[in-house]
């Protein structure tokens, strides 16, 4: 049987922007829809930062096999545009701050009664409702309000952000779950509705190690853990200094540490009172983890490495970007793909991490220029002519 992509009937208007709404149009494009990309006519935020450093990777990293158009929807030319898409699309998924696509008059309550089978989605920093629904909200700001920012960090140091932009990806992913968990829906019923996705939210579960101290402490605040467990309740867990950068390692129950305790050409320490169970080791995390570094560090992290999974005990060596860029595995699978792309040239692009049984995964097709299938929506897929296409480039519509 011949097998298609999940989405493939599927249209999506994405109005989504930067990383959190753009990153779910992305898992939507890679799962066979078609995604219209609507612009701005002087482009989103993410492609103006394209001039800044090597900013334009990053959007090209998520808006491979996208369309591109271009639209103003203060206009009222523009906004009719819009909903002539909406009558022919399954999705429109937006990132703007709550509210404006109301302002526009284009928000859900408008679009239902375009297409009363449409999915609506809205990605936000805190929400559609609460208290802090129209606070301004970047990942930077939500790992500030959500927690994030204190737990990430040493004890006697500031507090820092997690090196990622957790909070867009993470919302961006529970905004593609919400998205799909509605489709299904619809397809039973017919009848679409809107979904709300905040940024907030979607990280808080990832707390939980924190959180676990947190509660067993009574309520106290737990410190920054550095490198150690979040919730301080795993021993060996850290980052060790080897003689050609780090290591890192964890034990999770005796298993591990037993297998560990042999790679070290030490078995006795398993039977050291001080370490014979999780609990002693936690109690005694510091000459746990003293023990451990002055083994890593007579080792090359490849080395130790290797060693360590030959006695099959959970490690990983610290690399850099340069080394995950050309990871030999994620190449393999295709999760990491060079491509020749007509503005940035040579470069490393992401395909999606969901892979489905019967088909491989779709071909990365550049990002496009900004405007690029104007032409192409509103000729072949709406219907207007070239002089009508000309006329909205002169009216300020495209």
Not at 298 to 317: D, G, N, S, T
Request: charged share 20%; hydrophobic share 40%; aromatic share 8%.
């Amino acid at each position: 049987m011949t097998r298609h992509y999940p989405l493939d009937s599927v249209t999506v208007v994405d109005l989504g922007q930067i990383y959190n709404g753009a990153y779910a149009t992305f898992l939507m494009a890679m799962a066979g829809a078609r995604v219209i990309k609507i612009e701005p006519r002087e482009g989103e935020h993410l492609r103006k930062r394209g001039n800044v450093g090597g900013a334009g990777l990053l959007f090209a990293m998520l808006n491979s096999n996208k369309l591109s158009v271009t639209l103003n929807l203060k206009s009222e030319r523009g906004r009719e545009l819009l909903f002539e898409m909406v009558k022919r699309a399954d999705i429109v998924l937006e990132n703007f701050a709550p509210g404006a696509m109301e302002r526009l008059g284009c928000g859900w309550s408008r679009l239902k009664e375009v297409n009363p089978r449409l999915i609506y989605a809205q990605g936000s920093g805190y929400g559609q409702s609460g208290p802090y629904r129209d606070y301004p909200a970047m990942d930077l700001t939500v790992q500030a309000m959500a927690g994030v920012m204190s737990v990430t960090g040493y004890p006697d140091r500031p507090p820092v952000k997690a090196g990622p932009a957790i909070c867009d990806f993470f919302g961006g992913v529970h905004l593609f779950g919400a998205v799909m968990t509605a489709l299904y829906e619809r397809e039973k019923t017919g009848v679409g509705r809107a979904v709300d996705v905040s940024m907030q939210e979607a990280v808080y579960a990832s707390l939980s190690s924190n959180l676990g101290l947190y509660y067993g402490s009574g309520g106290g605040v737990p410190m920054r853990t550095g490198n150690r467990h979040g919730g301080m309740a795993e021993s060996p867990y850290n980052v060790y200094s080897t003689q050609d950068g780090y290591i890192a390692i964890i034990c999770v129950g005796e298993t591990h540490w037993k297998s560990l305790t042999t790679a070290m050409g030490r078995p006795e320490l398993a039977q050291d009172p001080r370490f014979a169970t999780l609990k002693d080791r936690v109690a005694h995390m510091n000459e746990v983890d003293e023990l451990v570094g002055s083994f890593t560090h007579q080792f090359v992290k490849q080395e130790l490495f290797e060693l360590l999974m030959k006695h099959r005990v959970p490690c990983a060596p610290v690399r850099d970007l340069d080394e995950v860029v050309n990871d030999p595995h994620m190449h393999a699978r295709g999760a990491l793909q060079w491509i020749d792309h007509p503005e940035l040239g040579r470069i490393p692009v992401q395909s999606s991490p969901l892979r489905f049984e019967g088909v491989d995964p779709l071909p990365i097709i550049p990002s496009r220029q900004l405007g690029e299938d104007n032409a192409r929506v509103y000729g072949e897929w709406l219907g207007l002519s070239k002089d009508a296409i000309e006329a909205l480039k002169s009216e300020g519509v495209i």
